[in-house]
């Protein structure tokens, strides 16, 4: 059975940071490309980050691109979306997902944690 839970989410102060980790189990974790979306209320799903089985390759949102970085390790089957300088825009509930696929598109991963809500003040 496949789990990814993520953690790390919390209330955080415009300009501030937080480390999100999503821990991996259940499936060869180095086989799969690793993303971040997040969600708002009324919204769909929209991506943040995505890195490639390796790590040796990442992209990211223009949302987002210069503040948030996303890393992993293979060892501990764990991947990170640092996020720093944030903004109240960021607020929202973030999702880890596994995907054979190294993609953009929500559609394309196969497997999803619960969510860690993230809340930024001004």
């Known amino acids: 059975q496949v789990q990814l839970v993520e953690s790390g989410g919390g209330l955080v102060q415009a300009g501030g940071s937080l480390r999100l980790s999503c821990a991996a189990s259940?499936?060869?974790?180095?086989?799969?490309?690793m993303g971040w979306f997040r969600q708002t209320p009324g919204k769909e799903r929209a991506f943040v980050a995505t890195?490639?089985?390796?790590?040796?390759?990442?992209t990211y949102s223009d949302a987002v691109k210069g503040r948030f970085t996303i890393s992993r390790d293979n060892a501990e089957n764990t991947v990170y979306l640092q996020m720093n300088s944030l903004k109240p825009e960021d607020t929202a509930v973030y999702y880890c997902?596994?995907?054979?696929?190294?993609?953009?598109?929500?559609?394309?991963?196969?497997?999803w944690g619960q969510g860690t809500q993230v809340t930024v003040s001004s």
């Open positions: 997902a596994a995907s054979t696929y190294y993609s953009v598109v929500y559609r394309h991963y196969d497997y």
């Open positions: 259940g499936l060869t974790f180095s086989s799969y490309a």
């Open positions: 890195i490639n089985w390796g790590g040796g390759g990442t």
